[in-house]
């Protein structure tokens, strides 16, 4: 009698080259950012996962009415009745149109995801748990093999060059220091919303990163 292995929650950063798939359809799930003002396309491949999408979908429609608001919860909608063909899906991630994220694709395998929702939430707290796991882009942690080019990605100089920067403010603050005062703790930078965790070192696309620097309005 064969066993099944269970899946972990979070998927690992990939270690193999991205498979680029180009047949088949593919279904968007929508993610809106009051915030932010903006919207992300994640296009995710129906043949293979159309039992997990079936399951998010059935759970993600348990909120009758979805809001948005300033500073709230972002908001989910999965279409599985109209589907994109696999070159549209990756002409999108190529759009320049938002400056805080940017639309994905994702060719590989989805997991069940279960938001846990409970029979006695309200509207928000299911928004809210909706947001707790799949908010700003953490699909990415139930599917792999996302497309993305090897020309999108940054190269190492950039880091290198950052790094260099930064240890020359660093020497110029020094000697800026008291030798009887003790110097200011290191400030923790908070990891930006909205830029997938898996992107936001070098293997973050470029172009991604000129959008992470656009002054919003």
């Excluded at 968007?28 to 932010?36: D, M, P, Q, R």
């Excluded at 999965?78 to 060719?107: P, Y």
């Excluded at 005062?181 to 923790?188: D, L, S, T, V």
């Amino acid at each position: 009698m064969s066993t099944e292995t269970e899946q972990p929650n979070n998927i690992p950063e990939q270690e193999t080259p991205p498979s680029h798939n180009m047949e088949g359809k593919y279904v968007i799930l929508l993610e809106t950012s009051a915030e932010e003002h903006e919207q992300w396309y994640y296009f995710i491949k129906y043949d293979g996962n159309e039992e997990a999408l079936k399951h998010l979908q059935d759970q993600l429609e348990q909120v009758e009415h979805w809001t948005i608001e300033e500073e709230g919860n972002n908001t989910f909608d999965l279409d599985l009745e109209h589907f994109v063909s696999a070159t549209t899906a990756k002409e999108m991630t190529k759009v320049d149109l938002n400056a805080h994220s940017f639309n994905r694709k994702f060719d590989g395998k989805l997991q069940k995801i279960d938001l846990k929702f409970k029979k006695k939430y309200n509207d928000d707290k299911k928004m809210a748990k909706a947001m707790e796991i799949l908010g700003d882009g953490q699909i990415e942690n139930f599917i792999d093999d996302e497309d993305i080019d090897p020309e999108d990605l940054c190269s190492h100089s950039s880091s290198d060059e950052n790094d260099t920067d930064n240890e020359s403010v660093s020497s110029e603050d020094e000697d800026d220091v008291s030798p009887n005062k003790p110097p200011p703790p290191p400030e923790k930078k908070p990891r930006e919303k909205g830029i997938p965790k898996a992107l936001l070192e070098c293997d973050r696309p470029g172009w991604a990163r000129a959008k992470g620097k656009k002054i919003r309005k």
